[in-house]
C-alpha cells in the first residue's frame, strides 16, 4: 500500500521523507537580529568535517565568519550583486573551498565530496533550528584574494546561516520571493531505470 502523502510540511513531498529534509528550504530572508551561537557555527562545521568522501580523503576546507565580522564583510564583497542584496543579514558565512591535491586518486570525486560535505552542514543547521541559502553566485578570486588562499585551495560555494524572518523588516520583494512557490521535477522524471 502506497504511503499516503506528506502535506504538514514545507515541501510537498508525494512520499513521507524524514522531517528535517521535508521541512528544509532555502530562504533569503534572514532575521538580522539573530546572532549565532559560536558553538552552534561549530557544530555545523564538524558535520561538515564528519560527511563521507571517496576514499575518506576529506578533499575540503571552510572559511566561517560570523555577521559583525571584517571576514563576513569579505565574503559579502565577493558575492554577486543578487546575493549581495540579502546576504548581510544572514547570522554567518561559510566558504566551501575544494583541495584536489589531498584527494589524491580520487580527484574524480572532489566536488561531489564538497556537496556532501555542504549538505550535511546544512542538515546541522536545520537540526539547530536554522535555515541555510547556498550559492555558486560569488567571485573565486575575490576570495582567494581576500583570504590570501593558496592556488590548491579552489572556494567553490558559500552558505548563509541564520534564522528565517518574514517580517516587515525583510524588504517586500524578498519575502515575495520566499513566499512563492516550490516545485520539484516528479519523481517518474528523475528515475532512469526502475525494476
Ligand atoms: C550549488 C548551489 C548554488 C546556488 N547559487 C545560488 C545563488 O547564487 N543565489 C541564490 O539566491 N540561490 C542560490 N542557490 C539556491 C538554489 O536556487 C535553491 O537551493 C533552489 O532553488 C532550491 O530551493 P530550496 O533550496 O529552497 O529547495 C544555489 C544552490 C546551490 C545548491
Known amino acids: 500500500m502506497s504511503s499516503p502523502a506528506v502535506t504538514d510540511t514545507r515541501n510537498q513531498t508525494d512520499r513521507p521523507i524524514a522531517p528535517l529534509l521535508a521541512d528544509r528550504w532555502s530562504p533569503r530572508g534572514f532575521d538580522a537580529s539573530h546572532e549565532i551561537d559560536r558553538d552552534d557555527l561549530l557544530s555545523i562545521l564538524e558535520a561538515a568535517r564528519w560527511a563521507p568522501s571517496a576514499g575518506n580523503t576529506q578533499p575540503w576546507g571552510f572559511i566561517a565568519a560570523r555577521r559583525g565580522t571584517p571576514e563576513f564583510d569579505q565574503i559579502v564583497a565577493a558575492l554577486a550583486d543578487f546575493n549581495q542584496a540579502w546576504t548581510p543579514r544572514a547570522s554567518a558565512l561559510i566558504v566551501f573551498a ?21 549538505a550535511h552542514a546544512s542538515m546541522q543547521a536545520e537540526y539547530l ?7 555558486g553566485g560569488f567571485a573565486a578570486d575575490a576570495i582567494r584574494e581576500a583570504f590570501d588562499l593558496p592556488p590548491g585551495v579552489l572556494p567553490r560555494s558559500v552558505m548563509a546561516i541564520g534564522r528565517h524572518d518574514d517580517s516587515d523588516d525583510v524588504p517586500a520583494r524578498i519575502r515575495q520571493r520566499d513566499a512563492s512557490e516550490r516545485v520539484r521535477l516528479p519523481l517518474s522524471d528523475l528515475l532512469i531505470h526502475r525494476a
Do not use: F, I, K
Open 129 to 135: 533550528g536554522l535555515r541555510v541559502h547556498q550559492m
Open 98 to 118: 575544494s583541495l584536489p591535491e589531498r584527494a589524491g586518486r580520487m580527484t574524480a570525486w572532489v566536488d561531489y565530496d564538497l556537496g556532501q560535505a555542504a
